[in-house]
């Protein structure tokens, strides 16, 4: 079964600093999605970004980058220029590509990230 | 564009009471539906997922049912409820084609208190 591992219950970060946060994905799937997702206090869930498991470009979304190497089956988010606003649970997931059949996503348990002013 | 509707934004019930959590998206025909919970400080748990109107898929056994009446309606239900399903209830739709294929997109959520 796949499971996603984010190994970093919480984070902290000084605004204006870079940031990190991990996840690990176990698969033996080679066509799948990733994504970030953000939920702030308001408890919307927010997608972050979104990584294609064919395409080897790294995807980026303004401050929000990742790190997907594929090999590894890791799946990294950067928050550069950290903001107050980016205060969250960030929950990493995973999802099979079945090309438009129910698919479901597989959340990871999240991480907390603080941002320091 | 999209946009998808929950309600109530917040419910107490006793144990024992019935529930009802409604989920109603616009902008799309023939969405692939879903209902997570989220415990408190847990991640997320896929209760029940639709493809189509009467065609409900439960990820896990428990006290709670889904129903699918109309395309873009996605109910969930208990007729008696427990302590045990107080949560963060989030119903989301499925992007299936198109550059956001495969997102979810989530409703505001509920926050059901059983007590």
């Known amino acids: 079964a796949q499971t996603v591992t984010q190994s970093q219950p919480e984070m902290s970060v000084q605004e204006a600093e870079t940031v990190t946060l991990s996840c690990t994905y176990d698969?033996?799937?080679?066509?799948?999605?990733l994504f970030w997702y953000k939920q702030p206090p308001s408890r919307q869930m927010i997608l972050v970004i979104r990584?294609?498991?064919?395409?080897?470009q790294n995807a980026t979304e303004n401050r929000f980058s990742v790190n997907f190497q594929k090999a590894a089956k890791s799946f990294s988010l950067k928050i550069s220029d950290s903001q107050l606003g980016d205060a969250a649970m960030y929950f990493c997931?995973?999802?099979?590509?079945?090309?438009?059949?129910?698919?479901?996503?597989?959340f990871g348990k999240g991480t907390k990230l603080s941002v320091k002013p | 564009s999209q946009t998808i509707h929950q309600w109530p934004a917040t419910l107490v019930q006793p144990v024992g009471s019935p529930l009802s959590l409604e989920c109603t998206v616009e902008?799309?025909?023939?969405?692939?539906l879903y209902w997570y919970r989220q415990a408190a400080g847990r991640g997320l748990q896929l209760l029940f997922y639709?493809?189509?109107?009467?065609?409900i898929s439960s990820e896990v056994p428990q006290n709670l049912s889904a129903s699918r009446p109309q395309d873009r309606q996605f109910i969930l239900s208990s007729k008696k409820l427990l302590l045990s399903d107080s949560g963060f209830y989030l119903c989301?739709?499925?992007?299936?084609?198109?550059?956001?294929?495969?997102?979810?997109?989530f409703g505001a959520g509920s926050r059901l208190t059983v007590l």
């Open positions: 698969t033996s799937e080679s066509d799948y999605y």
């Open positions: 997931a995973w999802n099979m590509n079945y090309g438009g059949s129910q698919g479901n996503l597989i």
């Open positions: 990584q294609e498991a064919y395409k080897q």
């Open positions: 989301a739709w499925k992007h299936l084609h198109g550059a956001g294929a495969n997102v979810l997109t």
């Open positions: 902008g799309t025909s023939n969405p692939n």
């Open positions: 639709s493809i189509g109107i009467g065609q």
